[in-house]
C-alpha cells in the first residue's frame, strides 16, 4: 500500500501556505489573537482497520408525539432541521447532524387509560396502535410521532429502530405498562405477533426498518408513578426473542433483525451485577452457545448485543474499565455491540464538582467522554442519545435533551401547547460524529498519549477510502495546536476542513488561520478530502 504523511499545523502554517506566493512573504495585518498553550503530536494510521460504524442515532420519547401533533409547523420543521439534516446554510454552517438511525418509541396504550396508568407523567403515556386485544389496528395513532419518522426519512436517515418499553396493556399480567415481571406465557407470541404487524405497516410504508428491540432495561422493577417499563429475567428475555423470530419469520421479514436486550448498564452483560443472577451475566447466558438461554441461533439474530452506557460513565478509569470487560466478553463471543441510549442521569462526574457549577459545554464533554470510550474502548458500531427533545425543568440543563423545546407556558407549562426550541451543546457534540462518520465508515488507529483523559480522539475512513475523519476532544483549558500525520492512506490530501464545537462554537468550520488549533474546552472534527 502507497504511504503519504501529511501534516496539519497550527494557524500560521496555514494562513502561510494559503495566503503566499512564490514571490513574496504573506505578513499578516494584525496578529491572529490566539494563544498557543502546548503543542501535540498525533498519527493516524487508515491502514489500521478497526469495527465499522452502522449509525448514529436519537430517540423520540417522549415529547415527540405532542409537539409532532399540536405545535406549528415551523417549529416542528426547525426540529427536524437540527436532528436530520446534513446540508449547510448560507454561511456554510451545518443545519444539523444528520442522525442516520432514528429509534420510534412503539407505544403501549398507557395514554388511553389515564390517571389508572399508574403512570404520573401524562407525557409519558403512549398510545398504541392496537385497539384492544382483537387483532384491530389503528394507524393514526402516535401521529406527531410518525411526523417526524417521515421528516427523518425526508431528510435521508438511513435506519429506523422500533423499540418498545412494555407489551401493550393488553398482554401485560396486570392490564398496565409497568410493575410487571415478565409476560403471561400466552401473551409472548401476542407481543411478537403485535411488534412484526407493526415492523410489516412501516415497510410497507418505505422505512427501513432495520431492526426491532422488544425490551428496555429489563432488569428494573419499573413501579407505579414512573414510567412504562417490563422487568424481564434472562429467561423471559429468551421467550420474548424466540416469539418475536417467529413472527418476523411468518411475515417474511428477513431483513428485519432483533435488538437485545437494551440492558441498563454493561455491567449486566458480563456479571451479576446489582439486580441477581436471574438478571446478569447476560453475554454467557443469552449469547454463549450452551448458555442456560442461549438465543444466538435464531434467525433474526445479527450477532449483536444491545445495551446503555448510564451509570458506569462518571470517570476515565469506570469508562475504561468497564468498556474493556464488555468488549472482551463480546469479541469472544464473535458479538458486535450498540450502544441504544445514554443520558446523564447520574451524579458524582469527575470534571466538575456539581451540575450547578458545570457549564452546557462542560456537560456535553462528559458525552464526549462517554463517546470516545464507547467508540474506542469497547469498539461499539453504534451509538444512539436519549432523548432528543425535552423541556429544561429542575436546573437539569442539558442533561437530558439534544434540542431543548419550551411550551408556550415555559419550561413547567403544557408541552401541548406550542412554543419555542433550541439546540443544546449536546446536539453539536455529537454531530462532530454523527454528521461525518456516517454508515460504512471503519474505525482507524490513532496514535494519541496513552490513558490521556484531557486530550483524546478517534479516526474513521469512508468506504471508498476518499474522505478521513478525524474527532478530537480537549477537556483542557488551553489552547493546543494538533499537528496530525496520516498514514495509510492511498493518494494524497486534497483538502481539510475543521469544525469545533465550544463555548463560542456550535459545530462550525473555523477561520483558516485557526485550522489546526484545539480551542480550550471543545471537541474538534477534522474532515479530510482524499485524492
Not at 401493550?168 to 406465557?185: C, I, K, M, S, W
Not at 407505579?224 to 411468518?250: H, I, M, P, W
Not at 474502548?377 to 427533545?389: E, I
Not at 498514514?487 to 463560542?504: F, H, N, P, R
Request: hydrophobic share 35%; charged share 20%.
Amino acid at each position: 500500500m502507497k504511504r503519504n504523511r501529511y501534516f496539519l499545523f497550527g494557524f500560521s502554517c496555514l494562513a502561510a501556505l494559503s495566503s503566499c506566493s512564490d514571490d513574496e512573504t504573506f505578513v499578516p495585518a494584525y496578529e491572529p489573537p490566539v494563544e498557543i498553550d502546548s503543542t501535540l503530536t498525533v498519527t493516524v494510521n487508515a491502514a489500521e482497520l478497526y469495527q465499522t460504524i452502522d449509525g448514529f442515532g436519537a430517540s423520540d420519547a417522549w415529547m415527540m408525539d405532542p409537539i409532532g401533533k399540536h405545535w406549528s409547523e415551523d417549529n416542528r420543521e426547525g426540529i427536524a432541521k437540527l436532528l436530520f439534516s446534513r446540508e449547510r446554510d448560507n454561511l456554510n454552517n451545518p443545519e444539523g447532524i444528520g442522525l442516520s438511525m432514528w429509534r420510534f418509541n412503539v407505544g403501549t396504550g398507557s395514554y388511553d387509560q389515564g390517571d389508572d396508568s399508574d403512570i404520573s407523567e401524562a407525557v409519558k403515556r403512549t398510545e398504541c396502535f392496537l385497539s384492544g386485544d382483537g387483532g384491530v389496528y389503528n394507524w393514526t395513532k402516535q401521529s406527531g410521532q410518525q411526523y417526524f419518522m417521515e421528516k427523518a426519512k425526508e431528510y435521508g436517515c438511513e435506519q429506523f429502530v422500533l423499540f418498545s418499553n412494555s407489551a401493550p396493556v393488553y398482554f401485560t399480567g396486570n392490564g398496565r405498562a409497568n410493575n410487571n415481571t415478565d409476560l403471561p406465557e400466552e401473551s409472548y407470541k401476542k407481543f411478537g405477533d403485535f411488534l412484526a404487524t407493526v415492523a410489516e405497516h412501516f415497510q410497507g410504508q418505505g422505512y427501513n426498518i432495520s431492526y426491532i428491540s422488544p425490551i428496555n432495561e429489563p432488569e428494573y422493577e419499573w413501579g407505579a408513578g414512573g414510567q412504562e417499563g417490563c422487568r424481564f429475567t434472562n429467561a423471559g428475555v429468551q421467550k420474548v426473542a424466540v416469539a418475536l423470530d417467529g413472527s418476523l419469520t411468518e411475515k417474511g421479514l428477513s431483513n428485519t433483525m432483533m435488538l437485545m436486550p437494551e440492558g441498563a448498564k454493561w455491567d449486566y452483560f458480563y456479571s451479576t451485577g446489582d439486580r441477581g443472577a436471574a438478571y446478569g451475566n447476560k453475554i454467557d447466558e443469552l449469547f454463549t452457545p450452551g448458555g442456560k438461554y442461549y438465543i444466538g441461533d435464531l434467525s433474526h439474530f445479527p450477532d449483536i448485543i444491545c445495551g446503555h452506557s448510564y451509570y458506569l460513565d462518571k470517570t476515565w478509569n469506570v469508562l475504561e474499565n468497564t468498556r474493556m470487560q464488555v468488549y472482551n466478553k463480546a469479541v469472544a463471543q464473535g458479538l458486535r455491540i450498540y450502544q441504544s441510549e445514554w443520558s446523564m442521569l447520574d451524579e458524582g462526574y469527575e470534571d466538575y464538582p456539581n451540575y450547578d457549577e458545570a457549564t452546557y459545554m462542560d456537560l456535553a464533554l462528559s458525552m464526549a467522554k462517554v463517546l470516545h470510550h464507547d467508540l474506542v474502548t469497547a469498539s461499539m458500531s453504534s451509538w444512539c442519545y436519549w432523548t432528543a427533545v425535552s423541556t429544561e425543568v429542575y436546573s437539569q440543563k442539558n442533561r437530558f435533551y439534544l434540542v431543548r423545546v419550551i411550551p408556550g407556558g415555559g419550561d413547567y407549562g403544557d408541552i401541548n401547547e406550542d412554543g419555542s426550541f433550541s439546540a443544546g451543546k449536546t446536539l453539536w457534540v455529537l454531530g462532530n460524529y454523527s454528521l461525518f462518520v456516517r454508515p460504512g465508515y471503519q474505525r482507524v488507529g490513532v496514535n494519541l498519549p496513552k490513558d490521556s483523559k484531557e486530550v483524546f480522539g478517534s479516526a474513521y475512513i469512508s468506504p471508498e477510502k476518499d474522505r478521513l475523519v478525524v474527532v478530537y476532544t480537549n477537556m483542557t483549558e488551553k489552547n493546543i495546536q494538533i499537528e496530525t500525520s496520516l498514514e495509510g492512506i492511498e493518494g494524497a490530501v486534497d483538502s481539510v476542513e475543521q469544525l469545533v464545537t465550544s463555548e463560542s462554537y456550535d459545530l462550525e468550520p473555523i477561520e483558516h488561520y485557526r485550522e489546526g488549533l484545539l480551542p480550550a474546552k471543545s471537541v474538534s472534527t477534522f474532515v479530510y478530502l482524499l485524492k
